[in-house]
């Protein structure tokens, strides 16, 4: 039986819904912590987890530059995902090991009071 790999909607169209995910990216890379409803959060989670490892993946620095630009148009943001975030969950010095998954929590914030939808705090851990 294969696993079933959907994604989630979010009633948009897919266009849209790519856009959303660049955008939350973004500004989870440029502020390190946003806000935002569960679902939201949960799908960006996943958008995040890859790009990070991208980002990680520092054998070819051209390639990685092209394949990061597709999703994240802000130089400010890239100059931070690459030069702050990625080296953050490198192998130290001090022993402690490399973070290869799980670098983007999602934690739940009860409820919004306009519409009682379901937030969610996501950062990078």
Not at 19 to 40: D, G, P, Q, V, W
Not at 51 to 57: F, G, R, W
Not at 63 to 91: A, F, G, M
Not at 111 to 123: E, H, I, T
């Amino acid at each position: 039986m294969i696993k079933s790999m959907n994604k989630r909607k979010l009633s948009r169209t897919s266009s849209h819904r790519r856009a959303l995910l660049r955008n939350l990216a973004s500004a989870l890379f440029m502020h390190e912590k946003i806000t935002t409803t569960y679902a939201k959060a949960r799908e960006l989670q996943r958008f995040a987890e890859k790009l990070l490892t991208i980002a990680s993946d520092g054998e070819n620095r051209v390639n990685v530059l092209r394949r990061l630009e597709r999703d994240i148009k802000s130089r400010d943001v890239l100059h931070k995902l690459l030069e702050v975030i990625t080296p953050r969950y490198k192998q130290s010095g001090g022993g402690i090991p490399s973070r290869n998954c799980g670098r983007v929590a999602v934690y739940k914030a009860g409820y919004r009071k306009s519409d009682s939808a379901l937030m969610a705090v996501v950062k990078l851990v």
